[in-house]
């Protein structure tokens, strides 16, 4: 076993973090506040590689490893979620699904635009009625014959009005179940698709998230991922990689508030001395560093058993069940550090703790990671 990095990597998360301090941080509390979608940065995150990090260079991409994406991910969650949760849909479940399932045609037309950042993609699977129970579609493609009429909601999308393609799962034979689900590419722009209002979330306010209304859609056959029914399938081996983006996010949030609290604990000074000084500040940094460095690993073989193609459905839930509970943890301790500068948003703690929730819940919440690793083990 290595825990080194190598000189590559270590290039790969020194650039992010540079751009993360000079392109991120300046005017991230006014984006979260108006909820700004972070437009500017993200047309430099797709001109530098981050937006295709993992894509095949012929696609445009930057032909990168798990490990480069996950570096990078960790260093931009540090300072703006709200930008990097839009490279990790981009990447873990638009480009990777296209290039791994898709057609030479739809890599073509599709996957060249979205790795190198000329356009933003969309996955859309949660509805209004169908959360953590993906079988249960109720937006519908009807086969014609050489397209599929599309109809129906799509909740909680991530880059929603922002994105120019869209990955649609929807149902096509109700008697079929699962195995009646396909994925479709839809395109912006398309004849009754209208995307609805902004979402006013707690935190990752600068992500765009969007409501979704498809009626009657012309969908050419074309744009099917893979063979008919293959949707479901389609989906959940996509989340799986997805876990590992989110994962990295959590890690990231989990990071850049432990840096901050430490920081502070350095500076702020109480009863005579630094307040990393004593038992009680110095015994939660502590505590903090430990869970961090937990996670961390976990994330890290995810990545590594990914890049290896080792089955990753196990070390990808865990990863992402430890780093969104470590980010919900740390970020609340990093506000206790911070005393009352901690509630006021000059000092970032606040906006991380509320960015950091959301990892408990997108792209499969805790429960639903505590299913997949016990079926994992039973099964063992």
């Known amino acids: 076993m290595n825990f080194q990095l190598s000189e590559e990597h270590l290039m790969i998360q ?9 392109e991120l941080l300046p005017g991230v509390i006014e984006r979260d506040d108006a909820q700004k979608f972070p437009a500017e940065q993200i047309k430099k995150m797709g001109e530098l590689g981050f937006l ?21 991910m960790e260093e931009l969650s540090k300072v703006d979620a709200s930008a990097s949760v839009v490279m990790s849909v981009n990447n873990s479940l638009v480009c990777w699904g296209l290039e791994t399932f898709g057609t030479e045609e739809q890599k073509e037309k599709y996957l060249k635009p979205l790795a190198s950042g000329e356009k933003i993609g969309a996955f859309c699977l949660s509805e209004p009625e169908a959360g953590s129970d993906a079988t249960s579609q109720r937006t519908t493609a009807v086969d014609k014959g050489d397209h599929y009429l599309l109809n129906g909601t799509k909740n909680w999308i991530t880059n929603g009005n922002s994105a120019s393609i869209y990955l649609v799962i929807a149902q096509t034979d109700v008697d079929k179940g699962h195995k009646g689900i396909n994925a ?15 979402e006013d979330k707690l935190g990752i306010r600068g992500s765009d998230t969007h409501s979704l209304m498809f009626t009657d859609v012309k969908v050419p056959k074309e744009n099917r991922i893979g063979e008919d029914g293959f949707g479901f399938k389609f989906a959940m081996k996509t989340l799986s990689g997805g876990r590992i983006g989110i994962a990295s996010q959590a890690l990231g949030i989990a990071a850049g508030a432990y840096e901050l609290a430490l920081k502070y604990a350095q500076e702020r000074k109480a009863f005579g001395k630094e307040i990393i000084q004593h038992q009680a500040i110095a015994f939660k940094l502590a505590e903090m560093h430990t869970e961090i460095e937990a996670a961390r690993m976990l994330v890290y073989k995810a990545a590594w058993e990914k890049d290896n193609k ?3 459905d196990l070390s990808g839930a ?21 005393g009352g500068y901690g509630y006021v948003k000059e000092y ?8 950091a929730k959301i990892t408990q819940i997108y792209e499969g919440t805790s429960e639903i990671q505590k299913i997949v690793i016990s ?4 099964n063992k």
């Open 310 to 312: 080792i089955n990753y």
């Open 14 to 22: 020194q650039a992010a973090r540079d751009f993360a301090q000079q």
């Open 318 to 338: 865990m990863a992402k069940l430890k780093a969104s509970e470590v980010a919900m943890k740390t970020t609340v301790e990093a506000v206790q550090i911070h």
């Open 375 to 378: 079926r994992a083990i039973a």
């Open 52 to 72: 295709g990090m993992m894509v095949d260079s012929k696609y445009n991409g930057s032909g990168m490893d798990t490990l480069s994406y996950v570096l990078a």
């Open 348 to 355: 970032h703690v606040e906006r991380l703790m509320r960015d």
């Open 184 to 198: 479709l590419i839809v395109e912006k722009g398309m004849d009754g698709f209208v995307v609805g209002k902004k």
